[in-house]
């Protein structure tokens, strides 16, 4: 089977010469950290998503509020990710972390390959890493 | 700024004529799982590494051993993903779960969108996800 070729502009190699793409922070919008739903039925997730779109959006991210992130033992969660780049996970967020978290995806949409350099990075964005993924080889070999 | 248009393979509304793209399975190989280095200096995830290369490796899977995927406190750690699909992040993976691992790694290659049915998964598999992560909305909207 023959894979299509990526256009050179998504493919590691030539890095340099890519477009930058939007980011997109990802926001969990279901979730209760483990609590249950409160009276007035707004859970945690959906007042972080509205505390986030409540902020100004910094250039170069969009927002897209998901279902579940499976993350619920450390919510509230968000991710950054964007093509060719490292994708983070964040968890034990509340939503009075609305402007540090679009602060942190600030500095993931400005950085080359979604890696922020540590000594950059805020208390929340260090300690709260759930996890982080490389982003895909689209490379010739695996195409 | 006008952004490359990718291959209609690629974007989401397009998936039923999508050819599948290999599945990446990526393996934390340095992870300690808190403790400290052993005295013959193999850390378990070089061990679970080696113990996942010993395997078959199913079809439609690629090995990546990544140096960190930052989920520290829930090594070992490994992740599944592929371009159009859910990324999924498991801890708690030991060497002796290389089998299912793979096994696990080969029910996500088969699924249509990284996404396999509950009733379908092992215990490892339902238990260990520390995280997923929705496919890259590569839409004309954000291209």
Chains 1, 2 share one sequence.
Not at 30 to 48: K, S
Not at 53 to 78: F, M, N, T, W
Not at 116 to 124: D, F, G, I, T, Y
């Amino acid at each position: 089977m023959v894979w299509p070729r990526l256009p050179a502009a998504l493919v590691p190699s030539a890095r340099s010469e890519r477009p930058r793409m939007e980011a997109t922070l990802y926001i969990c919008q279901t979730c209760r950290m483990g609590a249950p739903v409160p009276d007035d039925g707004i859970v945690p997730g959906e007042r972080l998503l509205s505390a986030i779109q409540a902020e100004a959006l910094p250039q170069g991210i969009r927002i897209e509020p998901v279902a579940c992130l499976s993350a619920c033992s450390k919510g509230c969660a968000v991710a950054l990710g964007r093509p060719g780049s490292w994708t983070y996970v964040q968890g034990g967020i509340t939503p009075e972390d609305a402007a540090e978290v679009l602060t942190m995806a600030r500095q993931y949409a400005e950085s080359a390959e979604g890696v922020v350099p540590w000594r950059e990075r805020s208390a929340l964005f260090r300690k709260n890493t759930i996890a982080r993924i490389p982003p895909f080889a689209l490379t010739k070999d695996t195409l």
